[in-house]
């Protein structure tokens, strides 16, 4: 009971951090040119619609986002390595402009959507780019048919099991819902030093609005089991690995990219300075850099 408390804990601030985040992208929209995405596309995987934004020719690469996020985090990253690459940002099932059935959002269950993606877009093989909970289920899909990945590159990624807990409100620990907002705040309010800067007061209310709210709760509850890290199966990991993490996070700290770089054999881990959970948001230039050259046939 004490670790799926602290795994719950963890998971609450990953859920209450990425309702934040969205705000990165007007942020850097106005801060430099960002080229808007193209018009989103759908394709129906296990009687589901999923959405999806396509770029250019070539080597496909697959974009995951994270959790209470979509492919609008991607949006400074589609149009220069369409340059180089058929770029590829799905939103997952249960978020963004996908369906959103009531089911179980299990890493199992988003990977299984993606194998059903691939297939039904008949790509027998691509490189896999995912960030936080998109980076976990990138890792998953890659263990469980690495004959469909030709890299991996893991940025900032969930997955492994949490080592710290985190202080809780007056009251104690109540379960995410859509009907304790307040107690969610409180919760983010206790542990501020790790809260995103630009996490307003209206953003679990947003979720409500984009239809959201349950994918994110259930996907933190499946998680709280710890039925799904991915710590002993990293041995499995035969293909050549990128590990992006930004030096600031305070989300999922460096400390777990050290960790993943360990264990996934040969895999290079980089760090990019002066940025936290979202790397490919705020050092575009650098990430865009990185994952070029990675990617790229001669590497």
Known sequence: MEYERRSLMILRRIGGLWLGTLFCISTLASSQTVQPLPPHQTVVVHGQKLAYYEAGKGSVVIFIHGLGADSRHWAANVDPLSQNFHVIALDMIGYGQSDKPLMRYTVETFADYLQGFLKALKIPRASLVGNS???????????????????????????????????????????????????????????????????????????????????????????????????????????????????????????????????????????????????????????????????????
């Open 133 to 299: 909970l998109g980076g976990w289920v990138a890792l998953d899909f890659t263990i469980r048919h690495p004959q469909m990945v030709e890299k991996l590159v893991l940025v900032d990624a969930a997955g492994l099991r949490p080592e710290i807990s985190l202080k809780m409100p007056a009251g104690g620990p109540k379960p995410l819902s859509i009907l304790n907002v307040s107690w969610f705040f409180d919760f983010i309010a206790a542990n501020k030093e790790w809260a995103a800067v630009d996490l307003g007061p209206n953003a679990f209310e947003r979720h409500l609005e984009n239809g959201d709210s349950y994918s994110i709760a259930s996907s933190v509850a499946a998680m709280a089991t710890g039925k799904e890290f991915e710590d002993a199966k990293l041995g499995k990991v035969r293909v050549p690995t990128l590990i992006i993490w930004g030096r600031d996070d305070a989300l999922i700290p460096l400390t777990f990219g050290e960790r993943l770089n360990r264990g996934i054999a040969g895999s290079q881990l980089l760090v990019l300075e002066g940025t936290g959970h979202v790397p490919m948001v705020a050092k575009p230039l650098e990430f865009n850099a990185a994952v070029r050259k990675f990617l790229s046939p001669h590497e």
